[in-house]
């Protein structure tokens, strides 16, 4: 996380935990230290009122060896600390056996009073043989920020009282992040400590074992120890990755497809691929050629093969398993019948820990367990999936709708808060308790293979979720929220197999849309759904249509940006029968005003965009403006119709955008947010554009913040704004860039162009940095021209200077020349010119240079760019051995209104004055 975000986020949440009261604090606290002890602990009860009972203990473990105290005294770091002092002797009183005693408080403790509770526990420590640990309100935020918010299950049950948590929360949980390191995991030091030295002589490595033998576990743990070392950790899941297709990786970052390739090649980058069972050394050894500047492969499989390095995970000891085996029970498991256990499971960590749960929750004895393992003796070869269905066999009672729900989605990767929807919070803890799934880094939840195949094989009966599947999309869907989308990329396979089940307008339909790509609308199943009914005269609306009204909105528009996508631009007599539609729609009976706003709000984009009606435009968007949640992109439109007409105008719209978002980041949606940051590009906007892009983290802001509602308008406004960031500050575009995406190369479709623009500029920010990089520039230009290549024998002229300027950075003049001169000359304007000249001059052709950077200067309108052009003069005069090379130097250095760039250009002409052995002055003749 970007630091100065990190640093907003610990104050917000410091400031929302500094306002719970007594009682939400006793909530909160528990829950936290709950995780931190990795145990389950007692709470006190609360009276009628809902106040806390006196004279207990806040919170313990069985043995009260474990004791939580938790505190809203204002003065609690105050003064000689009576109120811990008094929480201590309390503690004590109640629990004369205990060992640790942790206090919370919500306030916060400056460094002097910090220093002097370190004395008072070292003291307690001494005397007492306990220990005391002190929380205040910073040290639980930065708990909850590292530690809690990747444990969906957890942070469910606090998230009420953190507003921005939740935020934090949906939005992280569609990176891949290195999931959490479970409570229950039992550490193997010497595996680790062989992975990683194993990782530090190599780029790769292979983590090879039987299924449920603990591989996810121990890597994540590695993982955990060396992320530090790396700019990008990404987890996969090895389901999602194919020879054919490393490219293309769905990496659910964005819930698109992105070049895993580009990343190992341009960033260092740490990938972990979870369960790669086919193609597993060809992948591998793939991924391992393109590793630059310290990337690294680790995978987990359970192949072994001497291809490519690797480490074999064997079983758990006697030992490790039968503490595993009777991990927080009370019976613990008789030795005979444990031997029989061992000699038939081994040391698997995931049989072992279904037994335990189901010992722990009554649903087998020992006995049971015996009788079952007599059973399974027959079954030498599928020993371990018996084992499971016999388990699951005995929890079906008890979890029967749940595992159910599970089969339904047809997934193993579930997300929570869909799986939420379907069995509530106690569903999904009940399954949890019985070891039936876990949180599986930021996806949500993970069902294991062994687990999921027999749960797909178990005798429950078939439910039918779909009603508690829309409820979770349409309980999201105004917001827009991370979760949303989230739940979009996770189970966009479910809502395509129910969509196709039953083409129809609503809120599937509306997920569809906002999942499929440009260019990608599956016409046969949209030419199945039938509108008309919406569309009728005699018809009137009602509550229930809400979602078919507004799927049908959002399919006009789709459709238009669909076909601009294959085939240009769309048709104004195609665009007239949309517009008649979405005129019968406002005029729908009985229709909401609010509604009838937001189907305005489409008309007007109509107008403006496909039919060029600026005037008829700003009409809907005016009205656009008294609904809420058309009121900002209203703003947007309006503030590019005026661009033309009045230009402060057009401003004052941008402004309010700007300061609203600044006041409340939710109350403009991202799509609206990142529109406003793309029309800085404009000269005209010079102005705002320094007050919010250079001179605030707003766009570092909206970028994150929007990164998990569409893949290509974050990366194309950052794209078009990179050239004017690039230059001015390297390192913070260098830091943006590194939380974006990779484009698939495979898939990037019309987003080419914008791809390469932003690989390009990339390389820039390596070489314009404080401690260049010529190898990681020269690398990333490559990828660029990867992108570059899918458009280049139909780019337009403007993309065709920004790819020539690529070649010319590869030092590769002849390709910059083939893209340049396939336009013909009343396409060449002066920027072509300029790029025509740095060609010529790569491969030697001065001569010709110096004219085409005479007639570029001849042509240029945009006088801003003149020092540029003097400065390419001046590098070719000097290459003729011209010595008007230093006027035109000194000239472009007058003229440079950038403070870098003239010192750019002052070490540029210290090194030709060395060389020739003369004294150049760049304020000589002014």
């Known amino acids: 996380m970007n630091p100065n975000y990190r640093k907003y986020c610990l104050a917000e949440i410091c400031d929302e935990f500094s306002n719970l009261d007594g009682t939400e604090l006793e909530i909160v606290g528990h829950i936290i230290l709950e995780d931190m002890c990795g145990q389950q602990l007692q709470m006190r009860g609360h009276n009628i009122q809902g106040k806390s009972v006196g004279y207990t203990l806040d919170s313990y473990n069985n043995l009260a060896r474990i004791v939580g105290e938790y505190s809203t005294e204002k003065g609690y770091f105050e003064g000689k600390f009576n109120k811990i002092r008094n929480d201590i002797r309390h503690a004590i009183k109640l629990a004369p056996q205990v060992q640790v005693i942790h206090l919370f408080s919500n306030q916060s403790k400056g460094p002097s009073a910090g220093m002097a509770l370190a004395k008072l526990c070292n003291r307690i420590q001494k005397f007492t043989n306990r220990s005391v640990i002190i929380y205040d309100v910073r040290d639980v935020a930065e708990y909850l920020l590292d530690h809690l918010f990747m444990k969906e299950i957890v942070i469910e049950k606090i998230v009420d009282y953190f507003p921005l948590l939740r935020k934090l929360l949906d939005t992280h949980s569609i990176t891949n992040a290195v999931p959490s390191i479970d409570k229950g995991y039992i550490a193997r030091t010497s595996d680790e400590t062989d992975i990683i030295n194993k990782m530090d002589n190599g780029n790769?490595?292979?983590?090879?074992?039987?299924?449920?033998?603990?591989?996810?576990?121990?890597?994540?743990?590695?993982?955990?120890?060396?992320?530090?070392?790396?700019?990008?950790?990404?987890?996969?899941?090895?389901?999602?990755?194919?020879?054919?297709?490393?490219?293309?990786?769905?990496?659910?970052?964005?819930?698109?497809?992105?070049?895993?390739?580009?990343?190992?090649?341009?960033?260092?980058?740490?990938?972990?691929?979870?369960g790669l069972e086919k193609d597993t050394v060809s992948i591998i050894q793939a991924l391992a050629e393109k590793c630059k500047a310290g990337s690294k492969v680790l995978v987990t499989s359970q192949l072994e093969d001497a291809g490519v390095d690797c480490h074999v995970i064997n079983s758990m000891n006697e030992d490790e398993s039968y503490n595993l085996l009777n991990k927080d029970l009370n019976e613990q498991c008789p030795r005979d019948i444990f031997c029989k256990i061992y000699s038939n499971?081994?040391?698997?960590?995931?049989?072992?820990?279904?037994?335990?749960?189901?010992?722990?929750?009554?649903?087998?004895?020992?006995?049971?367990?015996?009788?079952?393992?007599?059973?399974?003796?027959?079954?030498?070869?599928?020993?371990?999936?018996?084992?499971?269905?016999?388990?699951?066999?005995?929890?079906?009672?008890?979890?029967?709708?749940?595992?159910?729900?599970?089969?339904?989605?047809?997934?193993?990767?579930?997300?929570?808060?869909?799986?939420?929807?379907?069995?509530?919070?106690?569903?999904?803890?009940?399954?949890?308790?019985?070891?039936?799934?876990?949180?599986?880094?930021?996806?949500?939840?993970?069902?294991?293979?062994?687990?999921?195949?027999?749960?797909?094989?178990?005798?429950?009966?078939?439910?039918?979720?779909?009603?508690?599947?829309?409820?979770?999309?349409?309980?999201?869907?105004?917001?827009?929220?991370?979760?949303?989308?989230?739940?979009?990329?996770?189970?966009?396979?479910?809502?395509?197999?129910?969509?196709?089940?039953?083409?129809?307008?609503?809120?599937?339909?509306?997920?569809?849309?906002?999942?499929?790509?440009?260019?990608?609308?599956?016409?046969?199943?949209?030419s199945k759904i039938d509108y008309r009914r919406l569309l009728a005269n005699d018809y009137e609306y009602t509550e229930v249509d809400y979602y078919s009204?507004?799927?049908?909105?959002?399919?006009?528009?789709?459709?238009?940006?669909?076909?601009?996508?294959?085939?240009?631009?769309?048709?104004?007599?195609?665009?007239?029968?949309?517009?008649?539609?979405?005129?019968?729609?406002?005029?729908?009976?009985?229709?909401?005003?609010?509604?009838?706003?937001?189907?305005?709000?489409?008309?007007?984009?109509?107008?403006?965009?496909?039919?060029?009606?600026?005037?008829?435009?700003?009409?809907?968007?005016?009205?656009?403006?008294?609904?809420?949640?058309?009121?900002?992109?209203?703003?947007?439109?309006?503030?590019?119709?005026?661009?033309?007409?009045?230009?402060?105008?057009?401003?004052?719209?941008?402004?309010?955008?700007?300061?609203?978002?600044?006041?409340?980041?939710?109350?403009?949606?991202?799509?609206?947010?990142?529109?406003?940051?793309?029309?800085?590009?404009?000269?005209?906007?010079?102005?705002?554009?320094?007050?919010?892009?250079?001179?605030?983290?707003?766009?570092?802001?909206?970028?994150?913040?929007?990164?998990?509602?569409?893949?290509?308008?974050?990366?194309?406004?950052?794209?078009?704004?990179?050239?004017?960031?690039?230059?001015?500050?390297?390192?913070?575009?260098?830091?943006?860039?590194?939380?974006?995406?990779?484009?698939?190369?495979?898939?990037?479709?019309?987003?080419?162009?914008?791809?390469g623009e932003l690989y390009k500029e990339m390389g820039k920010c390596y070489l314009w940095d404080e401690s260049p990089d010529e190898a990681l520039a020269r690398s990333t230009f490559s990828q660029a021209k990867a992108y570059y290549a899918k458009i280049e024998d139909r780019c337009n002229p403007f993309e065709g200077i920004k790819i020539a300027e690529n070649y010319i950075l590869l030092n590769e003049g002849d390709n910059a020349i083939r893209i340049l001169i396939q336009f013909s000359e009343e396409k060449r304007d002066s920027f072509w010119y300029y790029r025509f000249a740095q060609a010529l001059s790569l491969i030697a052709k001065e001569n010709e240079a110096l004219e085409a950077i005479n007639t570029a200067l001849g042509k240029l309108k945009l006088m801003q760019y003149e020092s540029t052009f003097r400065r390419e003069k001046a590098k070719i005069l000097e290459k003729l051995d011209n010595m008007n090379f230093i006027t035109e130097y000194q000239l472009a250095w007058r003229l440079a209104e950038i403070e870098k760039y003239k010192k750019q250009m002052e070490r540029e002409v210290a090194l030709i004055a060395e060389k020739r052995k003369i004294s150049i002055s760049l304020v000589a003749d002014q």
């Not at 992320?227 to 293309?248: M, P, T, Y």
């Not at 005129?583 to 909401?592: D, E, R, V």
């Not at 661009?643 to 402004?655: H, Q």
Request: glycine share 6%; hydrophobic share 40%.
């Open 549 to 755: 009204l507004i799927s049908l909105v959002e399919l006009f528009e789709v459709e238009r940006r669909d076909y601009r996508a294959r085939s240009g631009e769309f048709p104004s007599e195609l665009a007239e029968g949309t517009v008649e539609k979405l005129i019968q729609c406002i005029n729908i009976k009985k229709l909401p005003g609010d509604v009838i706003i937001q189907v305005k709000h489409h008309l007007g984009k109509f107008y403006l965009q496909a039919l060029h009606n600026s005037k008829a435009a700003k009409e809907y968007f005016n009205e656009s403006l008294q609904n809420p949640k058309t009121e900002f992109a209203a703003r947007l439109q309006l503030a590019r119709i005026y661009k033309k007409e009045d230009i402060e105008t057009s401003k004052t719209y941008l402004k309010q955008i700007f300061e609203s978002f600044k006041l409340d980041n939710n109350s403009v949606s991202p799509t609206t947010i990142l529109g406003a940051f793309e029309d800085l590009r404009s000269k005209e906007y010079s102005d705002l554009r320094d007050t919010y892009l250079d001179d605030s983290d707003l766009l570092e802001t909206a970028l994150f913040l929007s990164c998990n509602e569409s893949f290509d308008q974050p990366f194309r406004v950052l794209a078009n704004l990179s050239g004017h960031l690039t230059y001015k500050y390297p390192e913070r575009t260098k830091a943006i860039i590194r939380e974006m995406p990779i484009p698939s190369e495979e898939n990037v479709g019309r987003w080419a162009f914008v791809a």
């Open 345 to 526: 499971v081994g040391g698997h960590p995931l049989l072992l820990s279904l037994i335990n749960a189901s010992v722990y929750l009554n649903e087998l004895s020992w006995k049971d367990v015996d009788n079952e393992i007599d059973y399974l003796t027959e079954y030498e070869d599928y020993r371990c999936n018996r084992i499971c269905d016999r388990v699951i066999g005995r929890h079906i009672d008890a979890v029967s709708i749940e595992l159910s729900a599970i089969r339904w989605l047809n997934t193993q990767t579930i997300d929570f808060g869909v799986l939420k929807s379907l069995i509530k919070q106690i569903g999904i803890n009940k399954l949890k308790k019985r070891c039936l799934l876990t949180l599986h880094s930021n996806k949500g939840i993970k069902v294991h293979d062994i687990v999921y195949s027999s749960i797909m094989r178990a005798d429950i009966e078939d439910r039918d979720f779909i009603e508690q599947f829309r409820t979770f999309f349409e309980a999201h869907v105004e917001q827009k929220s991370p979760a949303f989308f989230k739940g979009l990329y996770t189970h966009k396979a479910k809502i395509m197999e129910l969509l196709n089940g039953n083409p129809e307008l609503g809120i599937l339909l509306y997920c569809y849309l906002h999942i499929v790509g440009y260019g990608e609308l599956d016409v046969d199943l949209i």
């Open 204 to 274: 790769h490595l292979l983590v090879s074992g039987i299924s449920g033998i603990g591989k996810t576990s121990l890597v994540i743990s590695v993982c955990h120890r060396i992320k530090e070392q790396f700019d990008l950790i990404v987890w996969l899941d090895g389901a999602d990755v194919h020879c054919h297709n490393l490219r293309s990786v769905l990496i659910s970052r964005l819930g698109v497809n992105q070049n895993l390739l580009g990343l190992l090649n341009t960033h260092k980058t740490l990938v972990i691929i979870d």
